[in-house]
């Protein structure tokens, strides 16, 4: 792959994932804490969404966003993973095979995701709607912060 498609993909993949971090958390937020009072604060404004309008949105970003990683995949081996083997950041580089585990655990998951948040909400899949969210929202942000930091340190070294 040529460097500036590498570049717009990685660039493309960046933004994806802040576009999946802000909905998952904002679902995450309104899942499961309960009603908003009358008088309500910023705070309680954030988590009184509706948020069964994100789940569609979410699964799209996550698949989308694994589906370019993905591509991405083959740049990283031969061009990040190296700096990080030769500078021995053992830690970082297990970090992002951790990373990649979860981002399959997590398309393996979307199915699920997608039948608790189906409307009309079933009360009876409340449990499970908030667990998958919260255990989404665990995976997106850990891919997240380690995508991130692993940008990071490439560019120091490199």
Partial sequence: MGDSLTAGLLILHSLLAVALLGAITH???AVKLGP?????????RYR?????????AI?????VGTAIGALLYPSYRTIARPVLELNGLRAANGAFEIKEHLSALGVL?????????????DAEYATARAALTWLLAAIVWWNFVVGDVLTNIKGLFH
């Fill in 36 to 44: 908003v009072p009358a008088k309500a604060s910023f705070a309680a």
């Fill in 27 to 29: 679902q995450a937020v």
């Fill in 48 to 56: 009184s969404v509706d948020a069964s309008a994100y789940a569609g």
């Fill in 59 to 63: 699964v799209l970003l996550f698949a």
């Fill in 109 to 121: 998951m979307l199915p699920a995701y997608w039948a608790a948040w189906r409307r009309p909400l």
